[in-house]
């Protein structure tokens, strides 16, 4: 017999014969790819329109400039106020970065998939396993109640860690890993981590250098042990196929001040800071997502000097008022269909195809929106979708028998006549234009009127 | 200030989209075949791969090393799918071990497959991108993520696990 070597090549190509690619698939993956890459141009405009209605609360939390750094200085930037280097945090770091893919993860769950992911504490316990290559026997989570925010921390350790029976020793590092429901937000919406923190890795500085090519970590281990080593991960996207760049940073206990070269694909980065012990396993990280200097081109401009953030409104819901409004006064069809799933999107009397077509062959029937966009909005929690907000707030109103002197100044504003408010006021509701985006920033629906 | 794709750019890469899919979706059917052992799944893993990597395709910084990209994607997933099992099996307490019960009636296509099934998910990585793709061991390392020390490690114990396998068949 042949040595295995020697024959393995003959031996795989003959067993990858088994599979012949299906035509019938080329046109969906096609069109799937299509739209992950408007989604993708649409996450890059969204985040960084967050930049305005944003602010740094995030990595302030995330990057604390009160540790106390040994050998290092720690500058005040990463907590003053917004400047032009100052990051902003992304919405979630994994496993789904995207509204695509949070979307495609919810629907595996609601089909019965992966119904871990509904458990913050089993969701934590997988980013331990993926991202910090815990072994899965090892892990150890401990679920804190949900904050005001409806975000969970979940406590994670790893027990192996932890100083052998009979023996003494300092216990394992714990990391905090944040969690929050960035889409449907009952018993079965999915769970995604927003962030991790740990006891061990003390950030100083986390900031776009000042030529705008990379990222600057300045920081140290809070309990550094003898050959316990440092590095830095940087997802240059969104992505986790997506190039990481690693910086290997040794075990100086005097800390870590390192400049790392970024050229994201998108506009963001996730990184993760790791401690390793000698035996190269994991023993804590922080990891958060970032905007950073996209490759080709420039950095984000100095935040606050965009429009305020609309009151009452989640970012991701503002930060798609804003867009839809700057779509539809370009008559911008990529821009709108990024906005857009055409399977869950509901226009006029049609549900479930794309609307694009139909507005692009008469672009008039998006002339309400401004109007509709600037009146208030209502929530409205919708059982089994979540929660939407939907404009203009007369269509919550339930009954129009009485026109208010405001709502009837609305609806003028609206474009409605009189007689068509009287219409209205006979028919008891509101039959005019209506726009609704759900709490993940999804545009869910645009009817124009009737209905 | 706002960052988008030029749309010019997104209408003619409407023609290469297809051909690159047309071009590459054999080659990385059978990687994602060898990869996983499994028809369904490295359909699955083919598709997703494709949109990743087309997905971003304006993206790419060197857009003529596309089956890189590519492959690098198809291990990643194979990869993750292989970790995430993992876990869900943990979590479950649903992991049950098939017995290794051999077959004197199977193909020696059958044996490689089932000989493969039985390593780690990175071993077969290494494996495949050494003996099938013929990549050098730094390649293999770039397209894992990890040293090219660990790729030299993983190929040895994954070819000894594999004589292993296939030399109780002969």
Redesign the interface.
Known sequence: ?RD??DR??D????????????PS??A???R???????L??SA??LA??AIVAGGLAGLRALAPSTTTTPGVDPTPSATSSPGPTDLVPLGAIWPETTAEDLAFAQQQIDEGH?P?RTDPA?TA??FA??VLGWA??DVVSQAGTPGSDGTVAVEISNAGLEPSEGTSGPPAPRTVVTLAQLGRTDANGVWTVTGAQSELVALGLVEVSSDGTGLQVVGALSDPREEWTVAIDVYE?M????A?THVELGSDPEGFDADVAV?S???SVIVVVYAYDPEGTIVAADAFGLLAP??G?SA??PTGT?EPPIEGLPEPVAATRQAIL?GVAALDW??LAALIDPNTFVYAFDDGSDPIPVWREDPSVLDPIPAVLELPSVVQEIEGYGTFYVWPYLVGEGSLDEVSEQERTDLHALGLSDAQIEEMRAAGAYLGPRLAIDATGLWRNYVAGGD | ?????P?EG?REAGGR??EL??TH??DA???A??LTGD?GL??DL??DA???V????????NRDAFWWYLR??IV??SN?HF??R???R???DRQHVEPGVPDPDVT??ER??QA?GVLRPEQRAA??LR??E?LTEADIAQAL?VAPGTVKSLVSRG?AR??EE?SDD?
């Open positions: 017999m295995l070597e393995l090549p031996a795989l190509r003959d067993l990858s014969g088994d599979v012949v690619p299906d698939q080329e969906p993956t096609l799937r790819a299509r739209r992950r890459r408007a993708t141009a890059t405009a960084l329109v992966q871990w089993m316990e997988a396993v993926n899965p026997e996207g992505t986790s196929d997506d990481v050229a694909i998108d506009g996209a490759a081109v984000p401009e965009g700057d990529d821009a | 200030m706002v960052v988008t794709q749309r997104v989209l297809d899919y047309r979706a054999p059917l059978r990687l075949y060898l028809r490295a359909e083919t598709q494709f949109v990743k087309l997905g971003r395709f304006h993206d790419l910084r690098r994607t990643n997933l993750s970790r995430r993992r876990v869900e943990a979590w479950l020696d296509r490689m497959r493969l494996i495949v003996y099938y013929d993520g070819m594999l004589r296939l002969a």
